[in-house]
């Protein structure tokens, strides 16, 4: 079961765009998140689909970002 | 040697304003996976999804943050202006009844009154009400 961490610096990311991410993708992992050094640290475990492991975070990533240009 | 499979893009925050590098990264979305980094400037990385064209990513990015930043800085010289058009073609949009309502409450409020109040004092005679006036000099 591999774990993943992904910093998202706060400067660009903001923390609702985030928790709005992680509730659309909800249930294909588990997710936990903490404020560190100014940044928001997303702990991503248990990856239901294999496939997905290699491309999540950048998967992630970008629909953090996606959600930022909804909340504008 | 191993071909670079992203590209990482250095941003002067002095150029470029954030909320328009965002904006860009946005409209990149489509096609490549983009993430960003604070280092001492603006930190870009752009994986493209399909191989190939790294270089092209990279001066088309550039581009649309240029064209980014313009319209960004323009639309806030005019944010003044856009608020000030929206907010009137607001209050130009409501209904003609709201106007009409108030006056018929007026006149219900006055038929309410009944003909022996008289609230505006329209049915006090000329003579009493100059006379009242005349007191009030002589004093």
């Known amino acids: 079961m591999s774990i ?3 910093r998202f610096d706060n400067f660009f990311y903001a923390a609702p765009a985030i928790k709005k991410a992680i509730r659309e993708y909800n249930g294909l992992a588990d997710f936990s998140c903490k404020e560190k050094n100014r940044c928001t640290v997303v ?15 950048q998967e992630f990533s970008n629909c953090v970002l996606s959600m930022m240009g909804v909340l504008k | 040697m191993k071909k670079s499979k992203k590209v990482s893009i250095d941003l002067s925050q ?8 965002i904006i860009t990264c946005c409209q990149f979305l489509r096609d490549n996976y983009v993430f960003l980094e604070k ?20 001066r088309e990015f550039r581009n649309e943050l240029i064209n980014n930043t313009l319209r960004y800085y323009i639309s806030q010289k005019n944010k003044g202006i856009r608020e000030y058009i929206v907010k009137t073609a607001l209050f130009c949009s409501q209904p003609e009844e709201a106007a009409d309502d ?21 049915a006090i005679p000329w003579e009493e009400k100059n006379r009242k ?5 002589k004093k």
């Open chain 1, 4 to 6: 993943m961490e992904i």
């Open chain 1, 43 to 57: 702990t991503v475990g248990n990856i239901r689909e294999r496939g997905l492991v290699s491309l999540f975070k």
């Open chain 2, 14 to 21: 002095e150029y470029y304003p954030k909320e328009a590098v």
């Open chain 2, 39 to 58: 280092r001492k400037d603006i930190r870009v990385m752009l994986t493209p999804k399909k191989a190939g064209g790294l270089q092209k990513i990279e």
């Open chain 2, 102 to 122: 108030l006056l018929l409450k007026e006149l219900e409020g006055a038929q309410a009154a009944g003909w022996q109040e008289d609230p505006l004092g329209i």
């Open chain 2, 133 to 137: 006036n005349k007191d009030k000099k």
